[in-house]
């Protein structure tokens, strides 16, 4: 298998968000210097316009390194967004085989990755594959998320739930902090067993050519924060397009650092998030409902 694996080698990209946080990108992108085949690999760290400077002070670093651009972004408007701006970015630039979006904190210690990735295609073509991610600090796996994907009844609730807080928030707080202080994003269903058709965590997600260039951009619509991994399956499902879980993939998510440094003043950023989940969730719902309208077969790209 591995010489029909490497006679068609092309590149693979990583898309590696940055907002602030830099020791976490460094840590990321050092991961990924070390891993096999680091001839095919091209990386495109995306600065979402971090208020601390950070994103020149990354494009100084690697600059002339022939495996990293720093993409420096004028204005941070999310997740979708900036992951996309990346992905363009890449395809336009190396035609890759592959697109690994992942986390500026995520730590890919799985020296055979890249290989294992072509290794899980070549027996099971796939548009999108997520690994195993498994936060070391909090001993949780957080993928698979689930096999079913919420319908407009329940993100309905969602969203007046997040509304009547946000609109009583300073009697509402108390509770919201102590709520997200025991949230934990781990995995539905269990993590050591291979799935398909599944919602998958989006901290690392591989994208083969049969997604990204059907697909006018990688996640769309847009949202600036959550529901981005509902939306992907909803379409894949639409579709026809395979979404496979395999747990030989795995990658360690090193999770807070990215999201603390957002607003450190805990109240807002209890705040943002939820602000965030309301209007993720209206888009999505809206997603939903087009769906509904053009049938089973209509084109959404």
Known sequence: MRKSVEACMGYISFVILHYNSIEDTQKCIQSIKQLDGHQEIKVVIVDNASPNGTGQQLAGQYAGDEMVD????EENDGFSRGNNAGCEYAVRKWNPDFLIVANNDVIFAQKEFTTLIRELYEKEPFAVLGP????????IHQSPISDTLPDAGQVGRTIFLNRMVLRFFPVFYPLMRRYFQKLEVKA???YDVAWNDVCVMGACLVFSREYFQERNKVFVPETRFYY????MLLWCRQHGKTVLYRPAL???HMEGKATETVDQDNRNKIRFRMQSIVDAAGIYRDYLQKIKGDGAQGSLH
């Open 70 to 73: 720093v993409l420096c972004r």
């Open 132 to 139: 195993d991610i498994y936060d070391p600090i909090r001993r």
């Open 188 to 190: 539905g269903l269990a």
């Open 228 to 231: 981005e991994e509902n939306i």
């Open 250 to 252: 795995q990658v360690m």
